[in-house]
């Protein structure tokens, strides 16, 4: 019979539990668009309905490597997110950029 991801959990080490956990965090914290589209369960239709495009502009846009900042903000308010902008300092320090806000 097939374990549950939570008996699994259980048994590992903490060492095995913190290293999981680290894991999860990174492949959270970094998507590619495509990535984060699936991720929301959405579909390239779908989104093309809420930017007022086709589904075959939205294939194009999702691999792009270089866009403009508004193209970028509104695929993300498709997805349901907010576009932010920070520049983050060799120091740590961050500054939120506030010219591309709405």
Not at 9 to 31: K, T
Not at 48 to 61: F, N, R, T, Y
Request: no cysteine; net charge neutral; hydrophobic share 40%.
């Amino acid at each position: 019979m097939a374990k549950s991801f939570s008996q699994l959990r259980n048994g590992m080490s903490a060492q095995a539990r913190a290293a999981s956990a680290y894991g999860h965090r990174w492949l959270v914290e970094e998507m590619s668009l495509h990535q984060l589209r699936k991720a929301r369960e959405l579909t390239q239709t779908k989104i093309a309905g809420e930017l007022h495009i086709g589904q075959a502009d939205v294939s194009k846009l999702e691999p792009r490597t270089d866009m403009y900042v508004g193209t970028l903000a509104s695929y993300l308010q498709a997805v349901g997110a907010d576009l932010e902008i920070r520049a983050i300092f060799p120091d740590g320090s961050a500054v939120k950029i506030t010219q591309f806000s709405e």
